[in-house]
């Protein structure tokens, strides 16, 4: 079971970028009851992507890239930004979740606005470097 929990965070992970995207669209369009629920269920699928994650490092411990090279230095650049920038969405997630499920929409949508694509960034870098360290 924990051998495949990589691959279920890489699922969960491509998951949470597509909803967040579909959430995006959504709210474009004005259908603000089909947003909150598609947002909700991004933070509840990300939210399990968290416990997969630390449940999986909890056994395996650290998984180091085998490769080198420029190839290297790719991966390595690409999980030093995914890492910094997913230690900010917890946070950046709750807070713009609180705002919005208080209906303070102004306060909402201003830190929205840097939420989505951090947390977007975070969930696509996810499956880059599951892909890299897995499958590369």
Do not use: E
Not at 48 to 63: D, E, R
Not at 93 to 122: C, E, K, N, Q, S
Request: net charge positive; aromatic share 12%.
């Amino acid at each position: 079971m924990i051998a495949a929990l990589p691959s279920v965070n890489a699922v969960l992970n491509a998951t949470a970028a597509i909803l967040l995207v579909w959430g995006y669209f959504l709210i474009r369009r004005k259908r603000i009851a089909t947003h909150r629920k598609v947002m909700l269920s991004a933070f509840v699928v990300s939210c399990l992507f968290l416990a997969g994650y630390l449940t999986y490092h909890a056994n395996a411990g650290v998984v180091r890239f085998q490769k080198t090279g420029l190839i290297r230095t790719v991966y390595l650049t690409i999980l030093g930004t995914h890492t910094v920038l997913a230690a900010a969405v917890p946070f950046l997630a709750i807070v713009t979740l609180r705002r919005g499920l208080a209906a303070r929409f102004d306060r909402h949508r201003i830190i929205a606005r840097w939420t989505l694509p951090i947390w977007l960034y975070v969930s696509v870098t996810g499956v880059v470097v599951y892909l890299m360290l897995y499958h590369l």
